[in-house]
Every structure is written in C-alpha cells, then in structure tokens.
C-alpha cells in the first residue's frame, strides 16, 4: 500500500483495542467534568435556599472541592489528547522516513547525514525542489567543509542554495540560513552568474559550488530531514 507524506497512519499502527481505551478514556473524562459542572451550578442555586451560616461555609468548601476537580480532570483530558497527538506525529514521521528509505538509495556520510543523488533526469531547481519535497525529503543543504569534499560529483547537481526573493548573489540555503562567499567552498571565479533581474541558483561539481540560473536543468540532491536521524 502506497503513502503519501504527511498522511495518517495512526488507522493502520494501532491497533482497534488501544484505539478504543484511548477513546474511551477522553470520553469518560469529558462526561465526569460535564457531571462536575451539572452539580456545581445545581449546587449554587440550591445554596440560595440554605439559612444558617454553617450551611452555607459547608457548602462553599464543597462547591471549591467540586471546582478543583474539575480543573483536574480538564487538566488530564489536555494532557491525554496532547499526548495523543504526539504519538500521532511520530507515527507518521517514522512511516515516512521509513518509506523514504526504502524508495530511494540513500548515501550516508560521516556526519549521520544522507542523501539522494538523483541522476536519472535533469529538471531545473524549482523542479528539483518539488521533487525532493514531494518525496519527504528536501534539496541539500550543506554546511560542513568536510562533508562539501565528500561530494566528489562528477556532474553538476543542484543543492538547496538560491538568491530567489534575495538581492542579486545573496544566497541563503533552504533552511534560511545565509550562504557565504567562502572563496575556498566555491570554484575559482564562482559565484558570477548572479546579476539584477536574474534568479540564481547553487550546484556542486567536483565539491565545488557553482552559481547558475535557476532556469538550468541539472541533476539534484535530495537530503533525508533531521527528523529521520
């Protein structure tokens, strides 16, 4: 059976008695408060009928009984369904990076980083980053030294990198994070392609980076989120 990224999972992992005591729980929950609440106001309206001072201290320290559980248990309920949603979440992250790793040849470098050297077709960069997205992962982003030499490629790949909605060759990474003109992570003379009126985008070649309009077509890396580790 086939996923799509970000869809539920939580029908398929769990299984039908845990899903019943969950859901039965939140609902006990719900009606003991809704109970509480029942008895509390039918309390205060009883409480006008009461005549003796002790009566009515008696009463009060009840009725704070009463509101304190009810916080309580309004309390446990948040907590419950907050939990509940959290281990939703996981499911679907591990179902996800589960499938991404089946589905795509993944190379892991020194760092617990892996990526995907898709080289089956050249498309432009906003091709590759919908891609990349649409497969649950997203282009490269490449922050190490070390790790930018371990890309011996042999072709040009497009990396996360652009200028796009930035002025002209300031490049920031898909994380938003700046892309600095470090002269030795760039081949010599790189970056030149930027210019007004000009989208630029980020390649590697040899572990080198390049600049080129994003319009080029090229092979691309996709990158396993942080989230997979």
């Keep these: 059976m086939d996923f799509m990224p970000g869809e539920s999972v939580l029908v398929i992992l769990q299984p039908p008695e845990q899903r019943k005591k969950q859901f039965s729980k939140k609902w006990a929950l719900r009606s003991e408060v809704l109970i509480l609440l ?80 898709h080289n089956d077709s050249m498309v432009n960069w906003t091709e590759a980053k919908k891609y990349c997205e649409h497969s649950g992962m997203h282009l490269a982003t490449i922050k190490d030294e070390n790790e930018l030499q371990s890309f011996g490629t042999t072709d040009n790949f497009w990396l996360s990198a652009s200028d796009m909605g930035q002025s002209a060759g300031h490049f920031l990474w898909g994380d938003g994070s700046e892309l600095k003109h470090i002269s030795r992570w760039w081949k010599d003379g790189e970056p030149n392609a930027f210019g007004a009126e000009r989208e630029t985008c980020v390649s ?26």
């Design 38 to 117: 029942m008895t509390v106001n039918l309390a205060f309206s009883a409480g006008l009928f009461f005549q003796s001072m002790a009566e009515r201290i008696v009463f009060s320290r009840e009725v704070v009984k009463a509101m304190k559980k009810v916080d309580r248990l309004e309390n446990e309920l948040v907590n419950a369904t907050s939990m509940q949603d959290q281990q939703i979440e996981k499911l679907k992250n591990d179902l996800l990076c589960t499938k991404v790793r089946t589905e795509n040849k993944l190379t892991t470098m020194k760092s617990g980083n892996s990526y995907y050297f």
């Design 204 to 229: 590697i070649y040899k572990s080198k980076l390049f600049d080129q309009p994003c319009s080029d077509k090229t092979f691309f890396v996709c990158q396993l989120p942080d989230s997979c580790k």
